[in-house]
């Protein structure tokens, strides 16, 4: 399944238990940019199965070094 089609069905899930549209934006904005990292690091697409460990820890290491993200910003890409 494509990162997209995945992100997608967690918002309808979110919808469904009745995350507030703020919670729901937040987490939007943190997938884009998990997303567009993976996407580049993988020239192309992503499916979401094809996700490794390796991805996010990598992913971040760029929120650290090169976004310049702290500490608290970064643990609330899994955390929120």
């Given at each position: 399944?494509?990162?997209?089609?995945?992100?997608?069905?967690?918002?309808?899930?979110?919808?469904?238990?009745?995350?507030?549209?703020?919670?729901?934006?937040?987490?939007?904005?943190?997938?884009?940019?998990?997303?567009?990292?993976?996407?580049?690091?993988n020239?192309?697409?992503?499916?979401?199965?094809?996700?490794?460990?390796?991805?996010?820890?990598?992913?971040?290491?760029?929120?650290?070094?090169?976004?310049?993200?702290?500490?608290?910003?970064?643990?609330g890409?899994?955390?929120?």
């Open positions: 399944m494509l990162f997209n089609e995945a992100a997608n069905k967690f918002f309808d899930y979110m919808a469904s238990i009745d995350r507030s549209l703020g919670t729901i934006d937040i987490y939007s904005r943190d997938l884009v940019i998990i997303r567009r990292f993976l996407e580049e690091r020239n192309g697409p992503v499916y979401i199965e094809d996700v490794t460990q390796d991805d996010l820890e990598a992913f971040m290491r760029f929120a650290k070094e090169v976004k310049g993200y702290s500490a608290n910003t970064k643990s890409f899994f955390l929120h």
